[in-house]
């Protein structure tokens, strides 16, 4: 019999023991296992059921999907009013309301200090107490006569002295061609308050069309500083002429332009300027 060698044995030894130097492990109650959470229930969705059809909608909807019946009882939203904006128009009748309103607002004021300044001037007497109202009279409008009266040139049988006669069926003629830069110059006794010149064309109608007439005129007057010009229309009737003069002693009348004559029925035209009138209106006093 054969023996190997005794580290061999003593190995074995140690092998067959190695499990007795370590204590048997086990369990002696199985692991506890943690108890299932119960299964949840999913919450149902609001419904809402239609009045009109019965049919079941979700909650949110606001009108049956069958039938399109509205689904809620409650008053239906209402849209705010919508703002009121003023056009332009608006705006502009309102500025001029107040406009209005503010000149009525002034000329009623006006009315009154006028009215109260036309009452008169109330003076006390300190000796008796009594009262003296001086009251202030209107201009009263009456036709002034000129004492002379002049042109630049002038027919004999048409003088100018026809123009201050009264009589409309005499008239002045200018001597000068088509009445060009002609002048007419009136004098009166004492200083006038002149208002109004009315200037009268030939009333006959052959002769107004065949004679020039005064279209441009310039006034200048001895005590206006600033001539007066105008142009008068094409018609027999008085042109008037409006003036505020304040002591008028002499008064010249020069033409800048005329009306054309013209030929009358087969007649031609005449080269000369001619006025049957003028006459003069205002205050003497």
């Known amino acids: 019999m054969t ?19 370590f204590e048997p492990f086990g369990l002696d109650e199985e692991p506890e296992q943690p108890a299932a959470a119960p299964p949840t229930s999913q919450p149902q969705a609001e419904t809402v059921v239609c009045p009109s059809c019965g049919t079941h909608n979700p909650g949110s909807n606001r009108h049956c ?10 008053p239906l939203p209402v849209a705010p009013p919508p703002l009121i904006r003023a ?15 503010v000149v009525a607002l002034f000329a009623f004021v006006w009315s009154v200090v006028r009215d109260d300044g036309a009452a008169g001037d109330v003076a006390q007497n300190g000796d008796n107490g009594t009262t003296e109202t001086s009251v202030t009279s209107p201009i009263q409008i009456e036709e002034l006569l000129p004492s002379v ?11 100018a002295d026809n123009l201050i006669d009264g009589d409309s069926a005499t008239y002045w003629n200018d001597k000068g061609l088509r009445g060009r830069d002609a002048e007419i110059t009136f004098r009166f006794f004492q200083p006038v308050q002149i208002v109004e010149i009315d200037l009268v064309n030939i009333a006959d109608a052959e002769r ?3 004679n020039y007439r005064i279209k441009g005129y310039q006034i200048v007057s001895d005590d206006l500083q600033v001539p007066i010009s105008g142009t008068l229309e094409d018609v027999a009737d008085p042109a008037p002429i409006r003036i505020a003069s304040l002591e008028t002693t002499e008064l010249t009348l020069r033409v800048t332009s005329t009306h054309p004559a013209t030929s009358y029925e087969g007649q031609p035209p005449f080269n000369e300027l001619a006025v049957a009138e003028i006459q003069f209106f205002g205050s003497s006093g």
């Open 208 to 210: 107004f069309t065949r």
């Open 149 to 159: 009266v002049s042109a630049s040139s002038q027919y004999d049988n048409f003088p």
């Open 87 to 101: 056009t332009p128009g608006a705006r502009a009748l309102g500025v001029l309301a107040a406009v209005v309103l």
């Open 3 to 21: 023996t190997g060698p005794p580290g061999d044995e003593m190995d074995e030894k140690k092998i067959e023991s190695f499990d007795d130097l």
């Open 65 to 74: 999907e069958a039938c399109g019946a509205r689904l809620e009882t409650g």
